[in-house]
Every structure is written in C-alpha cells, then in structure tokens.
C-alpha cells in the first residue's frame, strides 16, 4: 500500500511539473501572477455545494438535535466560508501584504500556504475552537471554551496548532473575526491574547447562531477522517460535511467533480460529464492525493472490468491536466489518425518514461511489458504502465480526448 502511495505522489508531482513548464513556454510566467482575490475565488470554488435531501449525520455528532437543524447549521456555515473568503480579498491590500508580494502559482498550492498565512491560520483557530469547545443550544446556540484546552498538545510530539500562532497575530486573527461577526465574551483585545492567562470564554455568532453549530459539526467532520487529508484545511475549509455520516473514523473519498468547481466552467463542465462516463463504464476511483495545503488533487480511475487504469485527472490552482493510457492503440480503430501533430508528438515520446529512456527498444519491464502498436507505418512501442499528459485549455482536445476515452473503455 505504501509502495502506491508513493509511486501515485510521484506521479501527480510529475503532473504538476509539466504544467508549470506547459506554462512557461507558452510565456505563462509573465501573465499568471494572481493576488489574493484570485486564490479567493479559487477557494470558494472548492467550498462543496449544500447537503442533499438523503445524507444521514450519523447519532454521534448530532448532539440531540433534530435533523432539521443539523442541516441549517452546515448551510449557515457554508453561507459564511463565501463571506470568510470576500472579506479577506476585499481587504487583500492589509493583510500578508509582504509575503503575498511574492506569490506565484507556478509554484502550486503550497505557495498559497507560504504567502497568504491567514487562510491556514483561520482554519487553525476556527476548527480548534469548534473541537475543544463545548456546545450550548440553549437560549441561543454558543462554544464554551476552556482557554487552556486550546493549550494542550495532542500528542508528546505534536504540539497544538494554534500555539504556533504568535499573540499579536492571534489578536489581529480574532478582530478580524470579530468584525464579521464573531463575538468572544471573556476575550480582551486591548492587549495580546494570552491563553495561558485566560480561563472560560464563549463563541457567539451575531447574525445567525446556527453558523456556531455549523463550525462545531465540521470541526468534528475533520477529525473523523482517517488519512491526511485534513491536514490543513482541505475539510474544514471547503464545508466538507461527509465524514459526518461516519461512526468511526475512515478513509475519505473524493471524486474530480468535487474539485471541478475550482476551474474554468469549460473545464468543469468537461470533468463531470468524463467522471460521469468512468463510473458508468465500470470505472472506479482507486486513489486520490490531495497536497497538505489547499486542496489540490489528482484523481485514478481504474477499469473494474479490465483491472487497469483508464486515466488520472490532476487539478489545482494552476489548472487541469490528464493523464490518459493508450491501451486501444493496439486496435485498428483507434484514436491516433484523428490527432493533431501537437497531440502525436506526446504519444510518441510519452509513456513510462523511465523505461523508455534506459532501453528505448525494451521487451519488457515490472510495469507490464511493451503495447506495440503501428501509426503511418512506423513501429511503436510503449509501456502498459505510461501515460500521456495532456492540459485541457483547448476544446478541440477535450473533444478528442473524451473520444479517445470512449475507445479505451469500448
């Protein structure tokens, strides 16, 4: 299992590498500095839509509330993120104004992290807050929270989160909160926040209390995962109310569409109606990886009935790539004669790589062995286990490349 972890990150950086050289020589380095709005904006589009009519929260975090309710807090609290997110581009021009300046997505997701603390460090103080505080839904619904649970590591080697946070910043993170709509009670913002010196504060919400029941379901929500993948925000901060559903913690599973949100509407569109075609066609996810940071992921989808993989489809802030298998090219009704030069070019030099490159004439390898196949009479051969990368900016190439899925299901 480890052993495809890792060969799947690999894949995905591998992905992600040839994005940013697409990029690159295409002058992409020039024109594709964003600022804060734009990572806004990106973000939100991972924000996952509102709950459907059939989801079950499971007995443990419904905290003897009816269904009703549970429901209107995650709406509430999905309504906030999309405030969250405009606050902090609005006042793009105060806030990480240093760090921000050398922003760049070429450098993936972890530059947002690097540049623009404040979206971890929200996170961080809203989805402790929502763990270690205890719910009140009476008069009104409220955290009451213990100051030096927030203090407590939890485990020997790993120290709280929010500790890394110094005071100054902490008491600009919670006006900043304050001023949309957050109130602390036993909180005192005319000198650094010292949790050390305070005892029991309460977390109000001003204009709708149900967002403080909201903030304390997807807290839960991102401790009933388990993987990394709530590492950072990529639970909490995209309302990823799904873990919910769970008893017990488990592995969480997420599919394309989910992050298709975050592109271009071409795109999105393109990647639904592709995810649709794979799981109709028998296919199903078998791995996912998504960076420690905002959200970027790179989805594998393997044929049940053939037991191979299909494609992997990779997206992030830079945008959307695929990387696709060309098992069909060995039958006489394939996609190759379609393709243009630019699209013929990858195929020729594309699949596994590293094979290729030590034995270019190779029998065989631990992937699978050779797809010999011919093309305008030359004889080609690649490895069962390469693909060819692809960016889907073009629709001309989304056109023939759903074709060329199409075949290799058939």
């Known amino acids: 299992m480890f052993f495809l972890k890792d060969r799947f990150v690999i894949i995905y950086d591998m992905l992600l590498s040839y994005f940013v050289l697409y990029n690159k020589d295409k002058g992409g380095g020039a024109c594709m500095k964003k600022d804060l709005t734009y990572v806004c904006n990106y973000l939100k589009g991972l924000i996952i839509p509102d709950m459907s009519d059939d989801f079950v929260i499971a007995a443990p975090f419904k905290y003897d509330l009816p ?22 581009a609005t006042e793009k021009n105060e806030i990480d104004v240093a760090k921000g300046a050398k922003y760049d997505p070429e450098f993936g997701e972890d530059s947002i992290h690097k540049c623009f603390p404040i979206i971890n ?3 961080i103080i809203l989805s402790t807050l929502g763990l270690y505080g205890t719910l009140e839904t009476a008069p009104r619904k409220m955290l009451v929270v213990n100051s030096t649970d927030l203090l407590t590591p939890l485990s020997s080697t790993k120290p709280p989160a929010m500790n890394k946070i110094n005071n100054k910043r902490k008491r600009m993170l919670f006006e900043f909160l304050s ?23 309460y977390v109000t919400y001003e204009d709708d209390d149900f967002v403080i029941l909201g903030m304390k379901l997807l807290a839960a929500a991102k401790g009933n995962i388990k993987s990394g993948y709530q590492k950072f925000m990529t639970t909490f901060m995209r309302c990823d109310f799904y873990p919910l559903a769970n008893v ?3 592995a969480h599973a997420a599919s394309a569409s989910e992050f298709a949100n975050s592109q271009p509407i071409e795109i999105r569109d393109w990647v639904v109606d592709i995810e649709k075609l794979l799981m ?15 959200g970027d992921g790179s ?40 393709l243009p030069e630019e ?3 990858v195929v020729k030099s594309g699949g596994c790589g590293d094979c290729a490159a030590n034995n270019p004439n190779f029998k065989s390898c631990r992937h699978g062995g050779p797809i010999k196949f011919i093309y305008n009479g030359e004889d ?27 075949l290799e299901l058939a």
Request: net charge neutral; proline share 1%.
């Open 248 to 250: 017990v913690p488990k």
């Open 67 to 88: 269904d009703e309710e549970l429901r209107k807090g995650i709406a509430a609290f999905h309504t906030f993120l999309h405030v969250l997110y405009d606050s902090i």
């Open 179 to 201: 001023n949309l709509g957050f109130y602390f009670e036993g909180l005192d913002f005319s000198e650094s926040i010292d949790f050390s010196k305070v005892r029991t504060f």
């Open 121 to 123: 460090e929200v996170a």
């Open 280 to 294: 109709e066609n028998g296919c199903r996810i078998s791995c996912f990886f998504l960076s420690n940071t905002n």
């Open 343 to 345: 699209m013929l070019s």
């Open 299 to 338: 989805f594998s989808y393997i044929s049940q009935k053939g037991k191979k993989t299909v494609c992997r489809i990779a997206m992030g802030i830079t945008g959307c790539l695929i990387e696709i298998r060309g098992n069909h090219f060995v039958n006489e009704n394939n996609i190759l004669p379609e």
């Open 380 to 406: 080609l051969e690649r490895c069962a286990f390469g693909g060819y990368v692809f960016e889907l900016n073009d629709q001309k190439k989304r056109e023939l490349l759903k074709k060329w899925l199409e």
